[in-house]
């Protein structure tokens, strides 16, 4: 888990255009998690990665860290798009930004579902080139099976707090977003508490490490029993269509 602190993301979006990450903010735990991403993305195989954890959990952060990643931009030539999707989306509306953003055209205004996403597939094809769209915050299968695209070099990013929103296909990659070591937690919690990233001197050391520790635990706890029973029900689904 990579967690930031708390700003304004539409502000980040919107000042790198297709969103850059921040420099000025403090994250920890971040970096591998990108590399881990990264390698995902640049299998010739895969054309979607979900990004999964529980709330709060840096899949934002994440995706926007991928955004300002010079080996992506490298390799995507700059054609990154990152657009937030949310628990109620304007569909149209997201197919109708996403024109804008994966053609370069002016925004199109779509009849209906079918004939936006109809126009859109017809583009990605009409213009091959690699491209990386980002779908942030995505809480509905049935949302996503509108917004998701097939195309030469065209992938997504999909973030989401359930696992089960993901397809499983065999072009389909799930990456789970791990919890926050003790040191980083500590780092995170010390930056939040203090505006530093170590304990202070005039503050109990041991009781502030104490009390991360067993938050820590307790919630490593929760997604452990969370993760389980999704794992089960996830492994069956793969097991059906790898057969």
């Known amino acids: 888990m990579a967690l930031v602190r708390s700003i304004d993301i539409s502000e980040i979006v919107d000042d790198c255009a297709y969103g850059v990450l921040g420099k000025s903010q403090f994250y920890v735990g971040l970096e591998k ?3 881990d991403l990264r390698g995902m993305l640049l299998d010739k195989d895969v054309s979607v990665v979900g990004a999964q954890s529980m709330g709060g959990g840096g899949k934002t952060f994440l995706a926007l860290g991928i955004c300002n990643d010079p080996q992506i931009k490298e390799y995507f030539h700059e054609n990154v798009a990152f657009i937030t999707v949310s628990q109620s989306p304007n569909l149209i509306g997201i197919l109708e930004t996403m024109w804008e953003k994966i ?24 213009q091959p080139k690699s491209t990386l769209v980002i779908l ?42 791990p919890l926050l070591c003790k040191e980083d937690a500590l780092s995170l919690f010390c930056f939040w508490a203090f505006g530093r ?47």
Do not use: M
């Open 136 to 177: 942030d915050d995505v809480w509905s299968r049935i949302h996503l099976e509108n917004l998701l695209f097939e195309g030469p070099g065209y992938k997504t990013v999909v973030t989401t707090r359930d696992r089960s929103n993901i397809p499983t296909t065999q072009t389909t990659r799930l990456y789970q977003l």
């Open 197 to 243: 990233t170590s304990i202070p001197s005039t503050v109990d050391a041991n009781l502030v490490k104490e009390q991360v520790l067993n938050e820590t635990s307790l919630l490593k706890k929760v997604q452990t029993d969370i993760h389980t029973k999704e794992r089960i029900l996830y492994n069956n689904l793969w097991t059906i269509i790898v057969a």
């Open 103 to 126: 053609g370069g055209r002016k925004k199109q205004e779509f009849q209906n579902l079918e004939d936006g996403h109809k126009q859109l597939q017809q583009l990605i094809l009409r």
């Open 33 to 35: 998690c990108i590399g």
